[in-house]
């Protein structure tokens, strides 16, 4: 018997925000994989799987990639049903692609279910909309790992055309402030940080582009992903975060108590 491989999208970390294709392909996993910022609630929806963790964070060092393309090979030929889990969007600085690739590769069936990006989530979460009529008409995605990647594309860039959004960037922070600001964005420009965003550590630094270089990390934040957001729509939050996330709704409350 073939097994087969499901790369899985979990989203921001709130199991609320998985699709329903993800937790009924968890609900009957055999085997699963997980990266580090998958939330402990999240992999509770796999009950009869054997879980392993091969994230960076997992309490041991990385992983490195190949053997975890082994781990997933190896499983499916023998029989099982795979979850691979990556936190938001497994093609978006997942390395996703990487793993589909091999699996391909190696002739093990397998299939893609998206995830909520924490690019879009972790801002939306907010009462930031990455789009807005008449105040950015598109968003650019970059990764802060390595100025090497966020540099060219960020230069390539006019000034204010586009919402700047930065996964992977807490360390980068000085470098991309210095850059955009040396691209001619006004220093004014708010900018927004969203830590553990959906989580109910869930924290936001707010500033602007001239002080983000310097900007303290809250100590509740400390050790939380965090995710930069760069532009004139940060703003909007001011209104939209106030009424979205300030008033708590009786059908908020009955969810939350429906879910347990
Ligand atoms: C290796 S990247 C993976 C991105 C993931 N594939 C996605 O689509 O969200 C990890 C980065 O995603 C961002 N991130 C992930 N979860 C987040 C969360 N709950 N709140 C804010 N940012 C988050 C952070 O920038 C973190 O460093």
Not at 38 to 48: D, F, I, K, Q, W
Not at 49 to 61: D, I, L, S, T
Not at 145 to 154: C, G, I, M, N, T
Not at 225 to 248: F, M, Q
Request: hydrophobic share 50%; charged share 15%.
């Amino acid at each position: 018997m073939s097994g087969f491989v499901s790369l899985i999208g979990a989203g921001p970390g709130d199991p609320d925000l998985l699709t329903v294709r993800a937790a009924r392909t968890l609900a009957q996993a055999d085997i699963v994989f997980y990266d580090a910022l998958v939330s402990a609630e999240t992999l509770a929806l796999a009950p009869r799987a054997q879980r392993f963790g091969v994230g960076k964070r997992c309490g041991r060092a990385a992983i490195r990639q190949e053997t975890i393309h082994a781990l997933l090979i190896r499983a499916a030929r023998r029989g099982k049903r795979v979850v691979r889990l990556k936190g938001g969007d497994p093609f978006v600085f997942g390395r996703g692609g990487e793993e589909a690739l091999a699996l391909a590769a190696a002739g093990v069936a397998f299939e893609v279910v998206p995830g909520l990006t924490s690019a879009v989530t972790a801002p939306a979460l907010a009462g930031i909309p990455v789009t807005h009529r008449g105040v950015a008409s598109a968003f650019v995605v970059v990764s802060g790992h390595a100025e090497s990647s966020f540099r060219p594309v960020l230069e390539s860039l006019a000034p204010g055309v586009a919402t700047i959004v930065v996964l992977m960037g807490l360390h980068a922070r000085a470098a991309l402030a210095a850059l955009l600001l040396g691209r001619g964005m006004p220093a004014r420009t708010p900018v927004a940080i969203l830590f553990g965003a959906s989580t109910e550590a869930a924290a936001v630094w707010r500033g602007d582009l001239a002080s983000l270089g310097a900007a303290v990390i809250p100590e509740a934040a400390t050790g939380l992903p965090g995710t930069i957001v760069i532009g004139e729509v940060v703003s909007l939050a001011d209104v939209i975060a106030a009424r979205s996330n300030g008033s708590s709704s009786q059908w908020q409350e009955e969810r939350r108590h429906a879910r347990g």
